[in-house]
Nanobody
Framework: VQLVESGGGLVQPGGSLRLSCAAS????????MSWYRQAPGKERETVAG????????TQLDSVKGRFTVSRDNDKNTVYLQMNSLKPEDTAVYFC?????????WGQGTQVTVSS
């Protein structure tokens, strides 16, 4: 299993970013995919998830209405569209999948929201 995130960077408050996570090594279209984030000095938290057929679950109240998770099963890729970004969204963002009895993580992509 391999998960590779991309799309992070430095953005001003109110800006947008789209994160991507390219997956391989497992039947992507059959699996629930998740996005997490971890800010400095804080625990990793679940941001959102999406079922194999595209049903979305936004699990973090602070991002509801601003972040949208999506997937393209033809491209084995899951996305996180982040709009109206705030400084408190600054974190390393990870995608993740639970396959068999193991949770797999990507290397993460840094998102910094600052003026």
């Amino acid at each position: 299993v391999q998960l590779v995130e991309s799309g992070g960077g430095l953005v001003q408050p109110g800006g947008s970013l789209r994160l991507s996570c390219a997956a391989s090594g497992f039947p992507f279209s059959a699996y629930y995919m998740s996005w997490y984030r971890q800010a400095p000095g804080k625990e990793r938290e679940t941001v959102a998830g999406i079922t194999s057929v595209g049903n979305r679950l936004t699990q973090l109240d602070s991002v509801k209405g601003r972040f949208t998770v999506s997937r393209d099963n033809d491209k084995n890729t899951v996305y996180l569209q982040m709009n109206s970004l705030k400084p408190e969204d600054t974190a390393v963002y990870f995608c993740s999948v639970f396959v068999g009895s193991t949770r797999y993580w990507g290397q993460g992509t840094q998102v910094t929201v600052s003026s």
